[in-house]
């Protein structure tokens, strides 16, 4: 992958965002920030999940009052989510929040603008400005938008790309103006490859760090797809600071969504096992689905290492399918094989697969933890059989015995 793109810093409560600091991966309450301990809940179950930085909405006062609160009981700092009200952001600074998510397009007057930028200055806290597609096609930009759509049809995209792009920097003037430079851009659409455009074209044109998301990508089912696309493709090209995955559904799988993301780009190291798994083919001779699915949460419970662990339908393509992994299963004939860092340990019939497998992942995981085995310290390394089909069409699995 391409380096990481060189930014600014800033720092959100001891967490740095940009420079070379690994990419931060936050998300949003969904419940009512006045309702304190359901959001203190909220915010701990969020950070318990692995989310770096959490925001809260502050619409009313209420929200606000709430604040010194939930800063206090929280692990990880808390962000203010601001839209129209400029007090609403001076009692967020005031109450200690670490970062505003403020829009200066939908506070009229500049000098309110100018007093919450002067307030962030005297506490140091960074504020993080964005655009949204849709806020720029429902507010003022709309007719130009429209104007543009009709008579340029063919650059429509660019049209839009640059009216982003336009109202960042008219943003980003009064942050100048103001002296003011702890800041972080976003720029979401529902759209994943506009995003990867107008993002693309941000990290051209300035240095501050990128907030990147996907906005009203929809439940994980349908939006899962749009934003791992968008942030994925940007991570990989080396852009982006911190991400926030936007689901309708309970925010906790915005960060599981969002860690596994930053975990296969490289960009966090594990800290739970990795399950691979074979999709399952014709081949197949066992309930791997269930076994799947069965192993997948008994080690989310039972092992708190990155033990990664293979579940392979068959040892035709299987060694191959699963290389690195410390613990694997080979299945067939209602059998399996067991291998721990390449060494074979036991055959155990389909009945005991599940428990014996969990067994070595137990047994090993307490290894590494003495100190007496590493952690893909060794290849996996089968010899795999013949895997051509025998006269009468079946397949050799003989092996498995
Ligand atoms: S591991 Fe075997 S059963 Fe699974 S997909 Fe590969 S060939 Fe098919």
Redesign the pocket.
């Known amino acids: 992958m391409p380096p990481r793109r060189k930014t600014r810093q800033v720092d959100v409560g001891g967490v740095k965002i940009g420079g070379n600091a690994p990419v931060a991966l936050q998300t949003m309450t969904a419940g009512y920030t006045y309702e304190v301990d359901k959001c203190i809940a909220e915010v701990q179950k969020l950070a318990q999940a692995g989310a770096d930085l959490v925001r809260v909405a502050v619409p009313k006062k209420e929200d606000t009052e709430a604040l010194p609160h939930i800063i206090a009981a929280s692990p990880v700092p808390i962000v203010a989510d601001v839209h129209f009200h400029y007090q609403r952001a001076l009692e967020a600074v005031e109450a200690g929040v670490h970062k505003i998510r403020l829009n200066p397009g939908n506070i009229q007057d500049r000098k309110q603008v100018d007093r919450v930028v002067a307030a962030c200055r005297e506490r140091g806290v960074p504020i993080r400005v964005g655009v949204n597609e849709g806020g720029i096609v429902e507010r003022r930009d709309k007719d130009v938008r429209a104007a543009e759509k009709a008579t340029l049809a063919t650059s429509y995209r660019e049209n839009l790309i640059r009216i982003m792009l336009d109202k960042i920097a008219e943003y980003l003037r009064i942050f100048d103006e103001n002296d003011f430079h702890d800041v972080v851009i976003s720029a979401k659409s529902i759209d994943p490859t506009l995003v990867i455009d107008v993002y693309t074209a941000i990290s051209q044109r300035w240095d501050y760090p990128l907030h990147l998301g996907v906005t009203h990508a929809g439940p994980p089912d349908t939006g899962r797809i749009r934003s791992i696309t968008a942030l994925g493709t940007l991570l990989a090209n080396g852009v982006g600071d911190t991400i926030r995955i936007s689901y309708a559904a309970d925010p906790v799988h915005e960060v599981e969504d969002g860690k596994e993301l930053l975990c296969c780009l490289g960009l966090r190291s594990r800290t739970e096992p990795e399950l691979i798994a074979?999709?399952?083919?014709g081949?197949?001779e066992v309930d791997l689905f269930k076994l799947v699915t069965d192993v997948r949460s008994k080690l989310a419970h039972e092992i708190d290492i990155p033990v990664k662990v293979a579940v392979?339908?068959?040892v035709?393509?299987?060694p191959g399918?699963c290389e690195g992994a410390d613990v694997a299963i080979f299945a067939g004939r209602g059998k399996g094989i067991i291998y721990v860092q390449g060494e074979q340990k036991a055959t155990v019939p389909e009945s005991e697969m599940l428990e014996a497998l969990l067994r070595e992942c137990r047994v090993f995981a307490d290894r590494v933890r003495r100190g007496e085995a590493e952690l893909k310290g060794t290849q996996l390394h089968i010899q795999p059989p013949d895997p051509l089909p025998r006269k009468d069409g079946s397949l050799p699995l003989s092996v498995v015995k």
């Open positions: 074979c999709p399952t083919c081949r197949i392979m339908g068959c035709v393509n299987g399918e």
